[in-house]
Nanobody
């Protein structure tokens, strides 16, 4: 069992930056692949980025490629999402997710543990 807590969301103007953090409980964080997802009002949850256990492999949705960077610090049990050049369409609740395994995954059902989410609002 792992518990995930996101932080770092907020209100930012278009073109600005935010860094989200997700801290996991437990001592086996390095066993988990991690992912970031987001959900806008009235829309389904969508994949944003994923990272494997070591951090050596990452995967991004086309909509964020080149603007967002996922990284992790296994010593701190934390995964990050650096978001630059934010656009109004990036607005939503951002969730981190975890599951045991190494291959990066973009499908929500591949993840077993989810955080409560953090709101990101990008104004135009």
């Amino acid at each position: 069992q792992v518990q995930l807590v996101e932080s770092g969301g907020g209100l930012v103007q278009a073109g600005g930056s935010l860094r989200l953090s997700c801290t996991a409980s437990g001592r086996t964080f390095s066993s988990y692949r991690m992912g970031w997802f987001r959900q806008a009002p009235g829309k389904e949850r969508e994949f944003v980025a994923a990272i494997n256990r070591s951090g050596g492999s990452t995967y991004y949705a086309d909509s964020v490629k080149g603007r967002f960077t996922i990284s992790r610090d296994n010593a701190k049990n934390t995964v990050y999402l650096q978001m630059n050049s934010l656009k109004p369409e990036d607005t939503g609740v951002y969730y981190c997710a975890a599951s045991v395994g190494n291959i990066v995954e973009r499908t929500p059902r591949r993840y077993d543990y989810w955080g409560q989410g953090t709101q990101v609002t990008v104004s135009s």
